[in-house]
């Protein structure tokens, strides 16, 4: 028996159309361009984006601080791609001075919604 997962592998062609898939020249694709360079360049999980806090990379920070299973605090290199897409979702969106706020918003026809 093997503890390897059944779900193939992406390769990299297939991951980089992934991360260039949303249109960044809106406000939804800016934020769904910056979640998954966030999950892959920073290895994180798939409930742990939705636990970032502004506050988690405020300040010109060089980590990403993650809040991640089991309560568990861990920090990352904050990868420059990564950093650039997450500021440039921030100042779109005009929310990057409440670092109590989720860093990643509900966003529909390029508004903010409700921030659970």
Same mark, same amino acid.
């Given at each position: 028996? @093997?503890?390897?997962? #059944? @779900?193939?592998? =992406? ?16 406000? #939804? ?5 910056? =979640? ?17 806090? !502004? ?10 601080? =993650?809040?991640? #299973? ?11 791609? @990564?950093?650039?897409? =997450? ?19 509900? !966003? ?6 409700? @921030?659970?």
């Amino acid at each position: 028996e @093997t503890y390897e997962g #059944k @779900t193939p592998p =992406i390769g990299d062609h297939q991951a980089r159309e992934l991360l260039n898939a949303p249109n960044a020249g809106e406000l #939804k694709g800016k934020r769904d361009r910056a =979640i998954p360079y966030a999950m892959f360049y920073h290895g994180l999980r798939c409930e742990e984006p939705r636990r970032l806090k !502004v506050r988690d990379i405020a300040g010109g920070a060089a980590h990403l601080r =993650i809040h991640g #299973k089991g309560g568990k605090l861990r920090y990352h290199h904050f990868i420059q791609a @990564t950093a650039e897409l =997450i500021l440039e979702y921030l100042e779109a969106l005009g929310h990057g001075g409440m670092c109590s706020s989720p860093l990643f918003r509900l !966003v529909r026809n390029n508004m903010t919604g409700r @921030t659970d």
